[in-house]
């Protein structure tokens, strides 16, 4: 019995010792648990052997904490991403992305950031943490710009990082000291724009305090961060500025960032000067935005602004030889520049849509539907389109568009790019359901609602074969 106590007494301990062991390796830092003490012999990520709770040997300059800050920035990334449905709009994915990013990174300390960059300018390889640059640099700009900069200036002074042209996860984004500081700019007029726009001046006047940094190419970003903010100053700036170039720079970011309400039809004057000068900007990257305010009115202003006999030149391939045909194009290239732009002006390119689908222009509006629509539905490009279908007044506009939309339906049984190899069913196929509320919410003759139902039912009979076959292998 003695001995049985023993035992009894032993296994108590053990379970005690364990007990408190994993408590203290989970309780959080302001409980004043000694992390020196605890470390994780199963890596953190698969490949990461030498990574620890305590330790990462891509930062071996981070302490304890930071390090475990990075581990979990890394990992709440990874899980978003792997949300991420695979038809998402490419810049819809990236918008959201820099939410989420500065939002992890604007719950640190600024002291913390700054470590961050710091680490990361010496790190050999950064890991996920590369997808954290644009908003370290943001949120690092907007609270302390003076330490950002110098921070960036001193980094492309010594030849850092040491991993300058990774890209990140996003397209189109490669980290650079130049980046960096535009990055940093953009933070800072995001809290003080006027002060934002004064450095900027001040560094693009002396290229001698930035060193190897182009700064001055980056005069359209910041000036178009500070019409957003401060649009009267900026038009005022504008018209005060004489050098052609720099005029031709500030008009692109005027037109770009300054609010809704702006004086299109004045602005169409400047455009004009400015061609007067040799400096015309593009009128379809002018128009794209006049077009969300005033869709008729700027399409007209664009057709009547495109050299016809230039543009034949330079599209061999255009035959429109009437001049409502040459009409007609110009207005369609401004509106596929809306659709497709890289920035998230999707919502944008369907409102437009919507008031030409009311409007006199619904003829162009179909086009463009029918057009954007295609052969195939992509789930990220096609979808926003089918709310402008129930807005055209003419019924056989309305008709034609619902039905190329239901044959237009992608099956899941084929690997494109609209459902990705591996991940076909593992989503709902969202063009389908969403045709079929489109059905249900329309005003159709029994003839046509039959016809998209039959299409529709021809995808699903196609799924289900795909996945019989998938079953039987």
């Known amino acids: 019995m003695k001995s049985r106590a023993i035992l009894l007494l032993l296994a108590a301990l053990i379970v005690a010792g364990v007990t408190l ?27 990461s052997a030498n990574r620890t709770l305590l330790h990462d040997e891509r930062y071996p300059e981070l302490d304890p904490a930071l390090t475990r800050i990075v581990h979990r920035l890394e990992a709440e990334l990874e899980e978003w991403q792997g949300k991420r449905p695979p038809y998402i709009h490419p810049a819809l994915h990236r918008k959201e992305w820099q939410e989420f990013t500065r939002a992890k990174i604007g719950q640190l300390q600024t002291e913390q950031i700054a470590a961050l960059a710091a680490a990361l300018d010496r790190a050999e390889e950064p890991g996920g943490m590369v ?10 700009g907007s609270r302390d710009h003076a330490a950002a900069r110098a921070h960036i200036l001193q980094a492309a002074a010594e030849g850092l990082p040491n991993w300058a042209g990774y890209t990140t996860s996003m397209p189109g984004s490669v980290f650079s000291n130049l980046e960096s500081y535009r990055i940093a700019n953009l933070g800072f007029a995001s809290s003080h724009p006027q002060e934002a726009w004064d450095v900027f001046l001040a560094d693009k006047d002396d290229p001698a305090a930035t060193g190897s940094l182009e700064t001055r190419t980056l ?7 500070y019409s957003g903010a401060l649009p009267r100053e900026a038009l005022r700036l504008y018209q005060g500025e004489q050098d052609p170039d720099t ?4 008009f692109y970011g005027y037109v770009t960032g300054a609010p809704a309400g702006q004086d299109w039809e004045m602005l169409s004057g400047e455009f ?4 007067a ?62 659709y497709h732009s890289t920035e998230y002006r999707l919502p944008e390119a369907v409102a437009v849509l919507q008031q030409l ?36 007044r003419s019924s056989q506009f309305r008709e034609e568009l619902f039905l190329q939309a239901a044959r237009a339906v992608p099956s899941r049984e084929f690997t494109t790019e609209h459902y990705p190899a591996g991940l076909s069913f593992d989503y709902p196929n969202v063009c389908l359901d969403a045709v079929r509320a489109l059905a249900a919410e329309m005003e159709l003759p029994d003839e046509v609602r039959q016809q998209g139902e039959a299409a529709l039912r021809q995808v699903e009979a196609q799924e289900a074969e795909c996945q019989r076959n998938s079953r039987g292998q």
């Open 247 to 250: 005029r031709r720079d500030m």
């Open 131 to 140: 997808d954290y640059v644009e908003a370290i640099y943001f949120v690092w």
């Open 272 to 275: 004009d000067r400015l061609a």
């Open 219 to 225: 005069l359209y970003d910041v000036f178009k961060a």
């Open 357 to 392: 689908a009311g409007g006199a222009d619904e003829a162009l509006a179909a086009r463009a539907v029918s057009q954007f629509i295609g052969g195939t539905m992509s789930p990220s490009y096609g979808l926003p389109l089918l709310a402008v279908i129930p807005r055209f």
């Open 277 to 338: 000068l040799g400096k015309s900007p593009e009128p379809d990257e002018f128009t794209t935005r006049w077009v969300v305010e005033e869709p008729e009115r700027a399409l007209e202003w664009f057709a009547a602004h495109v050299d016809r006999e230039d543009f034949k030149r330079t599209h061999p391939f255009f035959s429109g030889d009437e001049p409502q045909d040459f009409d007609s194009r110009m207005k369609m290239l401004v509106l596929g520049e809306l």
């Open 21 to 47: 062991a994993f408590r203290a390796a989970r309780a959080p830092e302001d409980q004043g648990a000694d992390f020196t003490a605890v470390t994780r012999e199963k890596p953190s990520k698969p490949g």
